[in-house]
């Protein structure tokens, strides 16, 4: 069964509606009082494209496909029907009306078995994939007051209509000029709600318990203050490189929340040793910090996010650090399609300014050295062991790769403080350089850095993780760096004749056998994970020479699915 609605306020007590029919939308006013309700002349009207296709029992973007035009609305509904079935066991569908560059804002609101009912102020959802919630912030820089007193008493209106008790949110799309519009409301707490109680001081669970229980509403709606800023982020098990984040399974090796930093709250369920598996929302957690501004809980959270250690699984970090420090993010100037305006082209990590690449390339030659120091003595002992290296060299000359730039670097150390000399400029490098520590400290040229060193090989790679961004440096000496132009490098693989899997999930289905013809961009399978279908499309136009999978096969991340001849 296929059901749609088209919701927005016509005035401050009316919601339109609208049923999908045989490619028609029949209107509906209901007035939100309860006092009438009446159909629209019997008239039907065409809905018009884009529209957004979504489960009605959905949540967290799962289901959810925008269309602009017949064929992706039939593609749309394949795929949203199958997503909304596997998540929440009903595959029926809404469609409604998509409002193009809009704001996500919604309203908290709170209900009693008594008729009453406040609003908690808004939260501001605009960043976004795949119509998922990645960052939240609690109030909105866009609202006025006006504007947040329109929309909350339009939620209470609602939600006393239908004699709503508990938490609740009501959804909205509101456009440049402040327009809003009705999207739905969850009936449940959300996921971001942790940034309403910072800024409120209500704790939201206590408060669902007492309504459920029968007591009416400790406050009334002067009684709820804006106290501050709270941002949230959303951690998740995901290669944010590949379309801003696809799922990453593993077991987490090391696992550390930041909450020993101030302002810094984390909800979570995991713990060191925990499994992210496919068949479960890859989300690792909520990471929450609070201030006396937006500026403050920004910078909180920039903070948090270098002093979060997450090992075993790949994780959105880098993302979730780029956005909160980018300038159209600062000034406020978002909305639904953030991500693809600013990254057109797909999520690169952070760009490196000069200076910050210097500061790069002079902490990884300094960690290099440390390695090499420690490793010629004893535990706790001056006694040094026989040295590979001479331990009294005054200077070391070393090879430093980076992005396939290589530089020339000189490095001497006096205690905890190295010099290094980078590309003509000298940088002091201090640090307590306690090697068995997942995060280290370093200030460079009086600027403090969070840096982890992620991984370090006998042959010169480290993984640096540096302002968010995983780094991979390549360090030896210059006798090393000669000798290595020796060794013989491993071929590329010509990724447009085969199709591997992106990421760990079940094949749901494969539309291809050896010996057929496929065109470049044809789906050639479809891969769900972690209730997400994708569909896997071909690199280039040609025959198909095998085909390594069926529906049902649970794959991994780079398994062979198709080759192309």
């Not at 973007?61 to 064929?71: L, Q, V």
């Not at 799309?173 to 959300?190: A, I, P, W």
């Not at 190295?418 to 370093?442: C, H, I, M, R, Y």
């Not at 749901?508 to 891969?527: H, L």
Request: hydrophobic fraction near 40%; glycine fraction near 8%.
């Amino acid at each position: 069964m296929l059901l749609a609605y088209a919701g927005f306020f016509l005035a401050s007590d009316c919601v339109i509606f609208g049923l999908f029919r045989q490619g028609t939308l029949s209107f509906w006013v209901i007035c939100i009082d309860g006092s009438n309700s009446e159909l629209l002349s019997n008239s039907s009207l065409l809905l018009g494209y884009p529209v957004m296709i979504k489960a009605s029992a959905g949540g967290g973007g799962k289901g959810m496909r925008i269309a602009w035009d017949d064929e992706e609305t039939r593609d749309g509904f394949r795929f949203s029907s199958q997503e909304a079935a596997s998540s929440f066991g009903d595959d029926r569908l809404l469609i409604e009306k998509f409002i193009d560059n809009p704001r996500h804002i919604e309203i908290q609101v709170l209900g009693d078995k008594h008729g009453n009912a406040v609003w908690l102020n808004e939260r501001e959802c605009s960043i976004q994939r795949r119509n998922q919630k990645v960052v939240e912030e609690a109030p909105s820089i866009f609202l006025d007051s006006k504007t947040r007193r329109a929309m909350g008493e339009q939620a209470v209106a609602l939600a006393k209509a239908v004699k709503y008790s508990s938490a609740g949110t009501v959804e909205f799309l509101v456009d440049s000029k402040k327009n809003f519009y009705f999207l739905e409301m969850n009936t449940r707490l959300q996921v971001e709600h942790p940034v309403t109680e910072c800024i409120t001081g209500l704790d939201l669970v206590q408060e669902m318990i007492r309504v459920a229980k029968g007591y009416p509403l400790r406050h009334k709606q002067a009684d709820i203050p804006i106290n501050g800023w709270a941002v949230e982020c959303r951690v998740y098990a995901e290669d944010p490189y590949k379309s801003f984040g696809l799922p990453s399974i593993g077991r987490l090796s090391q696992y550390q929340e930041p909450i020993h930093l101030p302002g810094v709250r984390v909800d979570s369920g995991i713990q060191p040793g925990s499994d992210i598996s496919i068949y479960y929302d890859p989300m690792i957690s909520k990471l929450i910090t609070y201030g006396s501004d937006r500026t403050e809980a920004l910078k909180r959270m920039e903070d948090a996010l270098d002093n979060y250690i997450i090992r075993g699984v790949t994780h959105n970090i880098a993302l979730l650090r780029e956005v909160i420090i980018n300038s159209r993010f600062i000034e406020g100037d978002i909305n639904t399609k953030f991500l693809s305006d600013v990254y057109p082209d797909g999520f690169k990590g952070h760009k490196l300014t000069e200076n910050e690449r210097k500061q790069l390339l002079a902490i990884a030659s300094s960690l290099f050295v440390a390695f090499q120091l420690r490793a010629q003595r004893f535990q706790e002992h001056e006694t040094s062991r026989v040295p590979i290296i001479k331990p009294q060299m005054a200077n070391w000359e070393l090879s430093v790769k980076l992005h396939d730039e290589v530089h020339t670097v000189i490095a001497s150390n006096s205690g905890p403080t190295f010099s290094v000399e980078v590309d003509g400029s000298k940088l002091n490098v201090t640090s307590t350089w306690n090697l068995a520590s997942p995060l280290l400290s370093v200030n460079v040229d009086g600027i403090q850095r969070t840096i982890q060193c992620l991984s370090r090989e006998a042959g010169g790679n480290m993984s640096i993780q540096f302002l968010g961004t995983v780094y991979q440096v390549h360090v030896l000496t210059k006798l090393a760096a000669e000798l290595n132009k020796f060794m013989l490098e491993k071929v590329a693989e010509d990724t447009s004749s085969v199709l591997r899997s992106p990421m760990p999930g079940v094949v749901v289905a494969v539309s291809v056998k050896p010996g057929d013809m496929v065109a470049e961009g044809q789906e050639i399978c479809v891969i769900e994970a972690m209730k997400m279908q994708n569909s896997m499309t071909a690199g280039k136009t040609g025959k198909v020479k095998s085909v390594h999978c069926k529906a049902g096969d649970t794959v991994g991340e780079g398994d062979l699915l198709v080759e192309l001849e």
